[in-house]
């Protein structure tokens, strides 16, 4: 079955640091999306991206926050400069008429 | 803002029992999903409801989307170990357009004892 595949696993970065997540997403998918879960909190849509750009953006992605999608396989999240705050659990997903998940990447901003 | 509440938060019971998880809100989805999720996973999809009454069943799972798809429940008959996990209902809201971004709930941890 066609699966969404996230790198790294884990990552763990200093404050303030750069760090680039990375998601392979379902081929023949036209729509990609990155939520974040927080600890103890509701998963939460950061920003979907449809025909190579932005289609949608939450209050959460700032401008520290990028997409790309630099070579028709590989969709990527930028955090420019990481905050505590954004110690959480992030997940790429892509859709056709339902939604598939990656595993995650757990990043830890110490 | 589109809320979903979703309770019971835990749930603890015996193999064999039967248990109902609903999701519920004050506000309008043009469609409702059910996901189970493991630790350390990402969210895997069980069931997407879109009808107001629509009723799905997959093996012992039996899910509900209220007439008015403001609300949805998961029911699950004579739970089993396997069945246990953390349930999480999504919705689509009105309006989303073809982006169909997900409004969360906070999930239902369940564990079936054996």
């Known amino acids: 079955e066609p699966e969404v595949t996230q790198t790294p696993s884990h990552q763990v970065t200093q404050m303030g640091q750069e760090v680039i997540l990375r998601c392979v997403p379902i081929?023949?998918?036209?729509?990609f999306y990155w939520y974040r879960q927080i600890l103890g909190q509701k998963v939460e849509f950061l920003v979907s991206?449809?025909?190579?750009?932005?289609?949608?953006k939450s209050e959460i992605f700032d401008d520290q926050f990028s997409v790309e999608r630099p070579d028709g396989s590989n969709f990527t999240l930028k955090i420019r400069s990481t905050k505590l705050e954004d110690s959480a659990m992030y997940f790429c997903?892509?859709?056709?008429?339902?939604?598939?998940f990656g595993s995650g990447t757990r990043l830890t901003v110490v | 803002t589109q809320l979903l509440e979703q309770s019971p938060q835990f749930l603890s019971i015996q193999e064999g029992e039967n248990l109902t998880v609903y999701c519920n809100s004050s506000?309008?989805?043009?469609?409702l999903q059910w996901y189970r999720q493991e630790p350390g996973e990402g969210p895997v999809l069980l069931v997407t409801?879109?009808?107001g009454g629509e009723v799905k069943k997959l093996k012992r799972l039996t899910f509900q989307f209220g007439d008015a798809r403001k609300d949805s429940s998961l029911h699950i008959t004579a739970a089993q170990p396997g069945d246990t996990g953390l349930y999480l209902c999504?919705?689509?809201?009105?309006?989303?357009?073809?982006?169909?971004?997900?409004?969360w709930g906070l999930g239902t941890s369940l564990a079936v004892n054996p």
């Open positions: 999504a919705g689509v809201g009105l309006g989303a357009g073809n982006n169909r971004k997900l409004i």
């Open positions: 506000s309008v989805f043009s469609s």
């Open positions: 409801v879109v009808t």
């Open positions: 081929s023949n998918h036209l729509y």
């Open positions: 991206f449809y025909n190579n750009e932005i289609s949608e």
């Open positions: 997903a892509s859709r056709d008429y339902g939604y598939t």
